[in-house]
């Protein structure tokens, strides 16, 4: 798989991002979308909502998600990144560095914590997205997918560098999807974070293999805190629950791989990141994290 190394100046890894949020108001936002709107009516949206009736902001979300690489002028490009720069400065962000420690039973050089949220809002060095073989994110409007969401909200830069970045893997490794088990970076324009690690976790078909699966997702941990590693930058980073949602991993397996995978690489690395976040979305897998780290907050050797 592609290395680091032959990508980084490819997608300019080490340039920070940065783009004025401008003081609009709500006619200068509406007419800025109708603008894009007209500058981006050559693109299609895909599915059912292409003919539903939506607001011009939907409309233009639907365009953007379902728009293929590099189908943007630099122009339009910057307008879109004003626009999202306005909307991320009207959220409400978590600075993951305020969230207390939540694994405590041992003393572990970096701070493990767990939040409940959208990975969107959280403000830290670096979040983990659990991507699609294809690593160009979710092309399906209001998919409730993570991939969706991150790609969304991070704006259509990042659609551009996870294809150059595959463009360039199929012409130096004739590799023309990603495996599970590895993980890429970007960087994540207009997330609180500065860094997306990306990650493609195992589709769970069948309780057979389940030691199978169970390998290839302790691989994506892994591969993220490796990949991690190669920034000196990032000192913090957030793992959603990778290959739970649609892909079927067992939410309490995955619980128990993630927090074994993640401890393990610590407890060999000890003072190479400052603190990992465990974020999740639904209640259930809250319950489970809590659940989990609390026997063995308990458990006495």
């Known amino acids: 798989m592609l290395d680091l190394s032959q990508y980084r100046g490819l997608i300019e890894l080490d340039e920070p991002f940065s783009s004025f949020s401008p003081r609009y108001t709500e006619e200068d936002v509406r007419v800025l979308v109708d ?25 233009l979300y639907t365009r953007l998600i ?14 879109i990144d004003r626009l999202l ?6 959220k409400p962000v978590m600075d993951a560095s305020t969230l207390p420690t939540a694994l405590a039973r041992r003393e572990y050089s ?4 767990l939040w409940q949220g959208d990975i969107c809002a959280l ?69 609180p974070a500065h860094f997306i690690l990306h990650t493609v976790g195992p589709i769970y078909k069948s309780p057979a293999y389940h030691a199978t699966y169970a390998d290839m997702l302790s691989s994506c941990y892994t591969a993220c805190l490796e990949t991690a590693t190669e920034i000196p930058g990032i000192r913090s980073l957030a793992f959603c629950c990778i290959s739970t949602g649609v892909f079927g991993f067992p939410n309490e397996a995955a619980a128990q791989i993630a927090i074994n995978s993640v401890t393990c690489w610590l407890e ?7 603190q990992v976040v465990f974020n999740v979305f639904l209640d259930r897998d809250l319950i489970i994290y809590q659940n989990e780290i609390s026997r063995r907050n308990n458990y006495v050797i």
Request: charge should be positive; hydrophobic fraction near 35%; aromatic fraction near 4%.
């Open 35 to 59: 603008t894009l709107l007209v500058q981006t009516a050559h693109l299609r949206a895909q599915g059912a909502v292409q003919n539903a009736p939506l607001s011009a902001r939907d409309q």
């Open 66 to 79: 379902s728009r293929q690489p590099f189908s943007l002028s630099d122009g339009i490009l910057q307008q």
């Open 85 to 90: 720069a306005y909307e991320q400065s009207l």
């Open 110 to 113: 970096t701070r493990i914590s």
């Open 123 to 191: 403000k830290t060095d670096a979040i983990v997205n659990a991507a699609n073989n294809q690593m160009l994110g979710c092309f399906q409007p209001f998919h409730k997918c993570i991939d969706n969401v991150i790609h969304a909200a991070a704006g259509p830069r990042l659609r551009d560098d996870c294809a150059h970045i595959m463009d360039e893997q199929k012409k130096q490794e004739n590799i023309r999807s990603e495996v599970s088990g590895c993980a890429k970076i970007t960087r994540a324009y207009h997330l």
């Open 268 to 274: 060999a690395h000890p003072h190479r990141f400052s």
